[in-house]
């Protein structure tokens, strides 16, 4: 299955930025040729998804994030990114990312902890 490699957490106050990597590999296909996704799982709660980037370059977020989050990529690192912006204590959560449908293996993840 594809590899998995999340990091760029750290603890933000709120109103702060976060940019988050996801190094894609072992795939047979590139980023820009997957449908590519950031999930979050808040503390005690499951895991939801955040921004969906298509192949065919369409992007969908869930909406407490929208127009706070950008879902990006980058082909030729083989690298997704999650630009998070004006960030709120509720966007504390280990943030994955995953295919979209997501496949079995996840990657450990990356904490984002948000508060004052």
């Known amino acids: 299955q594809v590899q998995l490699v999340e990091s760029g957490g750290g603890w933000v106050q709120p109103g702060g930025s976060l940019r988050l990597s996801c190094a894609v590999s072992?795939?047979?296909?590139?980023?820009?040729?997957?449908?590519m996704a950031w999930y979050r799982r808040p503390p005690g709660a499951q895991r939801e998804w955040v921004a969906i980037?298509?192949?065919?370059?369409?992007?969908y977020y869930e909406d407490s994030v929208e127009g706070r989050f950008t879902i990006s990529r980058d082909n030729d690192k083989n690298t997704v990114y999650l630009e998070m912006n004006s960030l709120q204590p509720e966007d504390t959560a280990v943030y994955y990312c995953?295919?979209?449908?997501?496949?079995?293996?996840w990657g450990q993840g990356t904490q984002v902890t948000v508060s004052s």
């Open positions: 072992r795939s047979p296909r590139s980023v820009n040729d997957m449908n």
């Open positions: 995953n295919l979209h449908p997501p496949q079995d293996d």
């Open positions: 980037l298509t192949a065919g370059r369409l992007r």
